[in-house]
C-alpha cells in the first residue's frame, strides 16, 4: 500500500500527471461539445433552416470546444495572455501572407449573414449546376446532376450571378415551339391550353401564358409556359412536350424545320429552277466559252 502512494505521489509531483489531467479534460470536452451541439441540433431542426441548423451546431460544437481547450492549456500552466498574443499576431502574419484565403473567409461570413442559398438548394453559378451540400467559411461544395463534386470559392460566389433554382415553391417551365406559317394560330393556341388542361401536374394557378414571340426564318415562333411545383418541373417538361408533338400529329399541324426559300419580290419573274441530268464539268464549260 505504500509503494502505491508512493507511485502515485511521485505521478502528482512529475509533469505527466498534469499532462493527462489535460489531456483527459480535453477528450472529455470534445465528447461533451459533440453531445450538446447533436442535442441542439435536434431541438432546432423543426424551427429553422437546413443551413441555420448547421451554423448553430457548428457554432455550439467549436465553442465548447476552444473553452476546453482554453481550460486544458491553463491546467497545465500554460499563460493564456501570451497565448493569446502569439496567436494574434500569427494571425495576422497568415492574413498578409494569404490574401486570397482571408478574402475568402470574410466572403465566407458574408454569405452566411446573407443566405442567399441554403443545404440542399439547387444553384446555378455561371455555367454550374448542382445541390449544396456544404457552406464552409472558405468555400461552398456543390454536387452536380451527373455526380461530380465542384468546390467553388467564396470570394467567386460573391463576385458572380448566383441562382437559386429551389427558392420558390413553385417553377415555370418555357416550352419554345414554332408552327408553320399557314396553320391557324388561334386553333394552335386552343389545342395547348386542353393539353396543360389535361395534365394533372400543370397547375392552374398561375394560368397557362400562350406567348406570339415573333416570326422566324422557317416558323412563327410561340412561347407556351406553363407552372408546376419545383419538384414537377422536369416531368411537367417532358410531358408537355411529347403531349404537343402527338397532338400536332394528330391535328396534321406543321412543326418546321429550319429552311430557306428563295423570293424575288412581286415585281420579279421567279427564278427558273431546272435538273440537268447531263451535268458539265467546269472546265468544259470554260473551255467551250472561250
Not at 465553442?63 to 481550460?71: I, K, P, Q, R
Amino acid at each position: 500500500m505504500e509503494v502505491i502512494n508512493e507511485f502515485f505521489n511521485m505521478l502528482k509531483a512529475s509533469h505527466l500527471y498534469t499532462l493527462t489531467q489535460a489531456l483527459i479534460l480535453f477528450v472529455v470536452g470534445y465528447f461533451i461539445a459533440k453531445a450538446l451541439s447533436s442535442a441542439m441540433e435536434r431541438i432546432v431542426s423543426k424551427k429553422m433552416t437546413t443551413h441555420g441548423v448547421f451554423l448553430l451546431k457548428r457554432t455550439v460544437f467549436y465553442t465548447l470546444l476552444g473553452l476546453f481547450v482554453l481550460s486544458a492549456l491553463k491546467h497545465i500552466g500554460i499563460d493564456l495572455t501570451i497565448l493569446l498574443g502569439a496567436a494574434g499576431i500569427f494571425t495576422v502574419a497568415i492574413g498578409f501572407a494569404s490574401q486570397t484565403s482571408a478574402s475568402n473567409l470574410i466572403s465566407g461570413i458574408f454569405l452566411m449573414i446573407e443566405r442567399p442559398f441554403s443545404i440542399g438548394d439547387v444553384i446555378k453559378v455561371n455555367d454550374i449546376l448542382g445541390e449544396v451540400i456544404s457552406i464552409d467559411l472558405l468555400s461552398v461544395k456543390l454536387r452536380t446532376f451527373d455526380n461530380l463534386f465542384v468546390r467553388i470559392p467564396n470570394e467567386s460566389m460573391i463576385k458572380s450571378a448566383v441562382t437559386t433554382m429551389t427558392k420558390y415553391p413553385i417553377r415555370r417551365a418555357d416550352l419554345k415551339l414554332g408552327i408553320a406559317y399557314k396553320e391557324d394560330i388561334e386553333k394552335v393556341r386552343d389545342l395547348l391550353l386542353k393539353i396543360a388542361e389535361k395534365n394533372v401536374i400543370c397547375l392552374e394557378e398561375p394560368a397557362p401564358l400562350f406567348i406570339l414571340t415573333g416570326f422566324g426564318s422557317s416558323s412563327v415562333d410561340i412561347q407556351f409556359s406553363v407552372w408546376s411545383r419545383r419538384e414537377n418541373f422536369l416531368a411537367l417538361k417532358n410531358e408537355m412536350y411529347q403531349n404537343i408533338k402527338k397532338t400536332f400529329d394528330e391535328q396534321g399541324i406543321e412543326i418546321p424545320f429550319p429552311h430557306i426559300s428563295l423570293y424575288a419580290g412581286s415585281a420579279s419573274k421567279p427564278f427558273k429552277v431546272a435538273m440537268n441530268e447531263n451535268p458539265r464539268s467546269t472546265a468544259d464549260v470554260v473551255s467551250k466559252e472561250e
